[in-house]
């Protein structure tokens, strides 16, 4: 098929750019995945079967990657595919895979600019998405370790979330769920403030050290992003690698909370089972994961109250002022903390539903 044909919605430049680089280009390559080029390079506002899209930062590199999925026949199938772009010296490197089928191609470009590339490419698939919402939007990085250059990458990683907003513009990204990797909250802000807020259901954060330069999880506040709404509309938020704050008030509203603490204090399980009991807490599930969680049976489970115990899994059942329904607190010793609000029904057979211990001054040891 004369894929010419198939472009004659796009401007001038989309179109050279497409054919330039078949089939290194993830837009093209995408578009093999579909029944026919017409299908998917199609009238902007056409609704593509684009699930996810990951950009990724390196150093001197840039990498673009799609999700997709078609029919084929009565089977859904599912591709991912990736193109890298490199710069070495004056030449730009790109890297062409499909997952799906192991295939990996790879053309240098005498004179080629990776960033150019990269922009060029995007815009394309941007304009191909038209209002189509994506399951999945992620801005990755790779690990950097030239302490010599922090400032100067951590400056073009700032750049880089730029462009990417830049290209999707004042419409911003419709996505069901975000994951970012990024250097400090500000960087967070910019992409999640981006997002569609009626869309966005899901968020993942994970802190980074980039080059010596630290993230810094003490430094790293929620203050910025908390007053986002896409931050307050969002049913899902999931945070790794943080340390403990002082205030848990922005993650004690959503549907469901998963946070890796690197550290853990037990002032802010009191605080979530203050939220919990008093029914102000919205949340239906909440997750500590902390590996410096450490349980000492003589002195302080006993201050709990009778648990239901197996192996290292310890569960108690508390009283809320929410009518018909309990607080389910589980520990699992060097693990994790959760807590649920459960209907009264729905606790293990022989639990005790009693009052939490608030003024006990010592209910965990943590190491």
């Not at 699930?51 to 990498?63: A, L, P, Q």
């Not at 967070?188 to 993942?204: C, D």
């Not at 605080?271 to 500590?288: D, H, P, Q, Y």
Request: aromatic share 10%; proline share 4%; hydrophobic share 40%.
């Amino acid at each position: 098929m004369n894929p010419k044909a198939c472009l004659e919605h796009l401007p001038e430049p989309a179109k050279r750019n497409v054919l330039m680089w078949c089939p290194y280009s993830s837009v093209i390559a995408l578009g093999k995945t579909c029944t026919t080029w017409r299908e998917f390079i199609h009238v902007p506002n056409q609704n593509l079967l684009i699930k996810r899209i990951m950009v990724k930062f390196g150093d001197n590199s840039f990498r673009l990657q799609v999700g997709s999925s078609h029919t084929s026949g009565k089977l859904q199938n599912s591709d991912l595919l990736s193109v890298q772009y490199q710069q070495l010296a004056r030449d730009c490197g790109v890297t062409y895979e499909n997952f799906s089928y192991r295939r990996q191609k790879k053309t240098w470009i005498e004179g080629g600019d990776y960033q150019d590339l990269f922009v060029k490419d995007l815009k394309i698939l941007r304009k191909l998405l038209g209002n189509s919402t994506l399951e999945n939007f992620e801005v990755d990085c790779e690990t950097l370790q030239s302490s010599t250059r922090g400032r100067e990458l951590k400056n073009q990683f700032e750049g880089f979330l730029k462009t990417v907003t830049d290209i999707w513009g004042p419409q911003g990204i419709a996505t069901k769920s975000l994951r970012m990797k990024f250097m400090n909250e500000h960087q967070a802000a910019k992409i999640l403030s981006h997002t569609v807020p009626n869309t966005l259901e899901r968020i993942s954060f994970l802190p980074m050290d980039v080059a010596g330069i630290s993230s810094g999880g003490n430094r790293l506040g929620l203050s910025v992003l908390s007053v986002l709404p896409q931050w307050k509309n969002a049913k899902f938020i999931n945070l790794t690698n943080f340390l403990a704050r002082s205030t848990m008030d922005p993650i004690l509203y959503f549907e469901s909370v998963l946070v890796h603490w690197l550290f853990f204090e037990p002032q802010h399980l009191r605080i979530a089972m203050e939220e919990f009991v008093s029914g102000r807490c919205l949340t239906k599930n909440f997750t500590i994961l902390c590996k410096q969680i450490f349980t000492s049976i003589e002195l302080n489970l006993s201050t709990l109250g009778e648990a239901v115990h197996v192996g290292k899994r310890y569960t108690w059942y508390y009283h809320t002022k929410s009518p018909g329904h309990v607080v389910e607190l589980t520990l699992v010793e060097s693990q994790k903390i959760s807590l649920r609000m459960i209907r009264g029904e729905g606790i293990k057979h022989g639990a005790n539903v009693i009052h939490f211990p608030f003024s006990s001054p010592h209910f965990f040891c943590f190491r």
